[in-house]
């Protein structure tokens, strides 16, 4: 199973509409996450253009009208693999120790997370930390988004745009 991750759009604060090359890519893929800070429902719109499956939660700058149709944090299984979905808040430098805290009990062999708009991919006591970065924003120096791609074995990039 191929999935697209993308967090921290921030539409349109940051940019008016999902990048081109972004919805390029995710036209080939079998779902979608998006790890939250959307901050306007035109880039959940943007996203089921290309993908009808489309895995969200919300982050610490959504609006009302977001968190209310998308939890905090879900945990959702593809082909045997645990997958936890949570924004993040706090500090960037705390984000893993928070993260980890969230999932204790849930025991899942990847958390997806945003927040930071730093991408990152690294596995951590034996679990995938996954953060597509901000396909959006400049602040970490680049614009980026992940591929996960699941079978056997989980094969994650992060991609730069």
Known sequence: MK?????DTHIPIKCEHIPEAVLQA???VDMIVHAGDMIDLTAIDELKQVC???VAVSG??????????FPAKKIFDVLGFKIGLMH???APTDLIKVLKDAFKQDRPNI???GHSHKA???I????LFFNPGSATDHLSGATTYGILDINKDIDAKIIKI
Do not use: Q
Not at 3 to 7: A, C, E, F, L, T
Not at 124 to 127: A, C, E, L, S, T
């Open 120 to 122: 990152m991919n690294e």
């Open 3 to 7: 999935i697209g991750v993308i967090s």
């Open 52 to 54: 009808s499956n489309i």
């Open 111 to 113: 958390i997806i997370f």
């Open 124 to 127: 951590i006591d034996g679990v």
């Open 26 to 28: 995710f036209k080939d």
């Open 88 to 90: 993040g808040y706090g």
């Open 60 to 69: 610490n700058m959504d609006p009302e009208n977001i968190v209310k149709k």
